[in-house]
């Protein structure tokens, strides 16, 4: 373009992919005016404007790349839940992907990727509140974690069944209200009383009606039970918030996060004395999940991401052969979750492999959500 040349805005834009330092760069073109270095420039307001608006579009220009970089790196290890929408390039964008369409992918595939967008957008949010610093610093006042993986071991050895981890859940998209009449401290004393080894607290707010005040609730009623908080998690920063919160395991999706992001996470994780509870839904997540170093509790998830029909018999699958093997060697709990609803379901996990199961909604929509307890196991695990 006349009276314009090409240079580089920003000599390199450096951003961590967590463990390991991506690098790339961007062309980005300004008024070659601007640029003469032997022409001396006056700085009235209509120039620095002028430089305010340059300097504003190329941190446009940089999110808009590290974001579809991210999807690009997640779509190479079968991730098909993006982790935000293709908006399009910025006005004036100069780069590799200056011929996509403005609007293409603008719209979820499905529900979790729905609320991973949403997700996105709320966090960010968040961490503009309250930075990562002060959640470093609210941590050294915060309570001791509590062995989650241990309490499920404890459990199943008294048992003679799967731990259970009991979730404190109001909706879903999918069921919509379980429960009218929803005290989350009442519901975890029922669970606890019942036999539960440890709680899933659900903090998502705009699509399970959970919330970081019912996580926060729960820890300060004394119920003792070790917490899971059953979060949609994109950020590191959001494990902080956890802790703070009460939390001693963090829930880690392998549908939405890459292998390099789990990494990192469990890493977090043991630094701050949580478990991380890795969930997978296909043999492809197995895979992955099975090949990261310091995985110790696997949750196999048995809803179907595109269709959200729920077969039981993917644990078995997930778990026969080699898979099970390479889980028997490395002492992993593995936990199955949805469609367990009666004492054969129960069995037909337990004699696939697992040694825990999460279970919400066959229990929390009950009256008693203890006597649900012994209903699903068709005895009673009580103490």
């Known amino acids: 373009m006349e009276g314009l040349v090409s240079v580089r805005a920003s000599p390199k834009i450096s951003f961590y992919s967590l463990n390991q330092r991506t690098s790339f760069s961007f062309r980005h073109s300004i008024p070659a005016s601007l640029m003469n270095p032997t022409k001396r420039i006056p700085s009235p ?46 006005t004036h964008y100069v780069g590799p992907f200056e011929f996509r369409l403005q609007n293409e992918g603008n719209t979820p595939c499905n529900i979790l990727e729905e609320i991973v967008w949403n997700k996105d957008v709320e966090v960010t949010k968040m961490k503009e509140r309250m930075p990562l610093s002060v959640l470093k610093k609210a ?94 998690r994109i950020d590191a920063w959001q494990i902080y918030y956890a802790r703070i919160k009460g ?50 509790l696997i949750g196999i998830n048995n809803r179907n ?29 593995v936990v199955g979750e949805s469609g367990l609803f009666t004492p054969d379901d129960i069995a037909y996990v337990q004699e696939a492999g697992v040694k825990a199961v999460l279970v919400g909604e066959s229990i929390v929509k009950q009256n008693d959500p203890g006597k649900g307890i012994s209903g699903l196991f068709g005895k009673d695990i009580s103490l």
Not at 186 to 209: M, N, P, R
């Open 139 to 232: 941590i050294e006042n915060a309570p001791p974690t509590r062995d989650f993986i241990g309490a499920l071991r404890v459990a199943q050895l008294r048992t003679g069944v799967p731990g259970l981890i009991a979730e404190v859940k109001k909706a879903s998209p999918s069921r919509g209200v379980l429960r009218e009449n929803f005290d989350p401290v009442e519901i975890a004393k029922a669970y606890k009383k019942g036999g539960a080894a440890c709680l899933s607290v659900l903090t998502d707010e705009k699509y399970f009606q959970g919330s970081f005040e019912n996580l926060e609730a729960i820890r300060k009623a004394g119920v003792q039970c070790p917490l899971l908080c059953k979060e949609f």
């Open 305 to 333: 991401l595109e269709t959200f029909e729920v077969d039981i018999r993917n644990t078995e699958k997930l778990l026969e052969g080699e898979r099970g093997q390479v889980i028997h060697q490395k002492d992993m709990i």
């Open 247 to 296: 939390a001693d395991a963090v829930l880690l999706i392998a549908a939405v996060l890459p292998d390099l992001d789990i990494r990192y996470m469990t890493k977090i994780c043991k630094m701050l004395g949580l478990a991380a509870f890795v969930e997978v839904h296909d043999e492809r997540e197995m895979d992955r999940v099975l090949g990261i170093e310091g995985i110790e």
């Open 45 to 90: 307001p209509l120039i620095r404007a002028k430089l305010d608006e340059e300097a504003e579009n190329a941190l446009k220009v940089k999110e808009w790349e590290v974001g579809m970089f991210q999807n690009e790196i997640a779509a190479s290890q079968g991730i098909r839940i993006r982790r935000r929408p293709l908006t399009g390039p910025p």
